[in-house]
């Protein structure tokens, strides 16, 4: 179905599920870094450890955190002006910049292929990825498993087309999948893991050979052009933090379970999963996201190419 500029850009301002009139915007004089982050990745982590805020104490910054269901509303908080800074898969920010966010990528993390994957009840019929013909599959739209669903229904021999798309967010596709109203959910961690452990879905297929998964640290032009310093305490926080859970994912999670609010067994198969190892975006990188763009642009699922070198900031992370 092709999507016309309007009703794209209709389409990712519904996707926001979070209230926007609750976050105050930061006023020229406020020297403030908004965050928006998620259950997933490494940011709900540096939340939870508490480590930023003085760092940024030290340069006379503050910070606050909203946290979003997701990416595609992470992202049109940003768009909105609402957040200076956050964190998603590789999808979103393709939706975004195809919509005209002033977003720009800032950093990246290595690739986590295992942290997403479709999900079927544990004693569903389905036993492959070509079985999901005809079959009602829910996913956040616009997000990174959107990419992995299309990817893995090109290997089994199916397209796009061929299952009938259910778009929920997280919380929304957990209780459609526990009620069987769908068929799979497509689904990162930690809601991924969740599933696993409380309900024992099965995993049909992960993102291992098929796609990458990243994780992106994106910002705002303004945050980039302006607030290089506070950027550069950003990205140390988060490296320390890599650091730290990549050391002993068992203690991390024991640690950082109560404050994230993840039980403990889910946060450490999910941190398990997750990669380590904050950089900037090499040219390879930024190569794969415009492989996703151009994919996502051959199935009018954005209305207009975009190039993700134009949005990509040099310098160091």
């Given at each position: ?54 760092k940024l104490e030290s340069i006379d910054y503050k ?92 290997e089994a021999g199916l397209s796009y087309e061929d ?155």
């Open positions: 179905m092709k999507i016309t500029r309007r009703a794209f850009t209709a389409m990712v301002a519904g996707a926001i599920a979070t209230p926007l009139t609750h976050v105050r915007l930061a006023r020229a004089a406020d020297k403030v870094v908004r965050i928006g982050y998620q259950k997933y990745g490494t940011l709900v982590l540096l939340k939870g450890k508490g480590t930023l805020e003085k910070v606050e955190w909203t946290e979003f269901p997701g990416g595609p509303q992470l992202l049109e908080a940003l768009n909105a002006g609402a957040v200076d800074f956050g964190s998603t898969g590789e999808t979103p920010p393709i939706f975004a910049q195809a919509a005209n966010a002033p977003l720009v990528y800032i950093a990246h993390e290595p690739p986590a292929p295992r942290g997403e994957a479709i999900l079927v009840p544990k004693d569903s019929p389905i036993k492959s990825v070509a079985d999901l013909k005809g079959k009602k599959v829910a996913f956040n739209k616009g997000s990174n498993v959107h990419y992995l669903l299309v990817k893995a229904l090109e299952v009938e798309p259910s778009f929920l967010a997280p919380a929304d596709g957990r209780a459609a999948f526990e009620k069987g109203a769908v068929d799979a959910w497509v689904i990162w961690d930690p809601f991924q893991a969740a599933a696993e452990v409380a309900i024992e879905a099965r995993e049909l297929r992960n993102g291992e050979g098929i796609v990458p998964n990243h994780q992106f640290y994106l910002g705002t032009r303004a945050l980039v052009d302006g607030h290089a310093q506070a950027i550069d305490v950003l990205i140390d926080a988060i490296s320390e933090i890599d650091e730290w859970t990549k050391s002993d994912t068992t203690a991390a999670a024991a640690e950082l379970s109560p404050s994230v609010g993840i039980p403990e067994p889910v946060l450490v198969k999910a941190l398990e999963r997750q990669s380590y190892g904050v950089k900037n975006l090499d040219d390879s990188v930024v190569a794969q996201q415009q492989d996703i763009a151009d994919t996502f642009f051959k199935l009018k699922l954005i209305p207009k190419k975009v190039t993700i070198s134009d949005v990509v900031r040099k310098g160091k992370a």
